[in-house]
């Protein structure tokens, strides 16, 4: 159960939430790059090595990626 909620959570912080029920080719580019993203950080590596983890996404999003604690 602590798996799902820290996905729910990571979903949560890139306003993907209520997209959760929906397969990975239902979702835009940049929806499917953000989970990209959260399928790195839920490992909670040390030290992310991530290449252009931004480069397609709209600024919004950008801007939201930037912002992670």
Not at 47 to 66: C, K
Request: proline residues 7%; hydrophobic residues 40%.
């Amino acid at each position: 159960m602590k798996a799902k909620f820290l996905i729910y959570e990571w979903l949560e912080r890139f306003n993907l939430a209520y997209k959760a029920q929906k397969k990975i080719c239902e979702l835009s580019g940049g929806e499917q790059q953000k989970v990209g993203l959260i399928r790195a950080f839920i490992r909670e590596p040390e030290v992310p090595l991530l290449d252009e983890p931004t480069g397609n996404l709209d600024p919004h999003s950008l801007i939201e990626i930037i912002d992670l604690p």
